[in-house]
């Protein structure tokens, strides 16, 4: 249990670190959450959310999951998209991939793995829709990183037909969908392109963003 206490000391020291910064820091974050951001992530440990993008706790509302994968009847991530649009009153939802994902690698190789294995076949089936895509890529990793890619692609798409969603931009809510995703290899983001502010814009996003991908 060593290294629990372990925890309970780094927590104390970045709490004195923070108020050392700024005395009022968690007065003010516990009185209010007012976040620009909803990040719809991989649950991968290499991937923190507020780090990479260098915002503080309370800028950021956080969900994550296997493979950063938004589903029409998972009620966890649409109550979570729910509460960030049409209370927390956000102006950007970021679904972020990484390159080298072990959830999109294991849906890839058909791995079974268990009970994960009925979630990752949405990651599945984007592939079978896109296996054209894949015939001239000469390499697993350069496979994996595609897919990786376009599972991004298709979880923003699905994010944007989320009732949630229409139902914001019908009222005239100021908001917008991205996919990005992240290289463990050097930390940084890159923006895929499937960005979106209005119905009107989403199917020609997608399909931008598709067609920006190396076809090998």
């Known amino acids: 249990m060593e290294e629990l206490k372990d925890l309970f000391a780094n927590n104390r020291r970045w709490a004195g670190q923070m108020k050392a910064r700024d005395p009022q820091f968690f007065e003010r ?107 001239c890529i000469d390499s697993h990793d350069k496979s994996v990183d595609r897919l990786c890619e376009l599972n991004v692609i298709e979880q923003a798409l699905n994010v944007c037909q989320t009732t949630v969603v229409q139902d914001a931009w019908a009222r005239g809510h100021t908001l917008s969908v991205h996919g990005w995703i992240y290289r463990l290899q050097d930390g940084e983001l890159r923006d895929l392109g499937a960005s979106a502010s209005s119905p009107a814009d989403v199917e020609n996003a997608i399909q931008r963003a598709c067609e920006r991908l190396p076809t090998n």
């Open 29 to 135: 974050l516990s009185a209010q959450q007012n976040p620009k951001y909803l990040w719809i992530g991989c649950a991968d440990s290499r991937v923190p959310a507020n780090e990479i993008i260098g915002l503080l706790p309370g800028e950021v509302f956080v969900h994550r999951n296997v493979a950063n994968v938004v589903v029409h009847a998972d009620l966890n991530c649409l109550s979570v998209v729910q509460y960030a649009v049409d209370v927390l009153k956000v102006e950007h939802i970021i679904v972020c991939g990484h390159y080298g994902c072990g959830g999109v690698a294991a849906a890839l190789d058909n791995r079974r793995l268990g009970l994960i294995d009925n979630w990752l076949r949405h990651v599945q089936d984007i592939h079978k829709k896109h296996g054209a895509r894949f015939e």
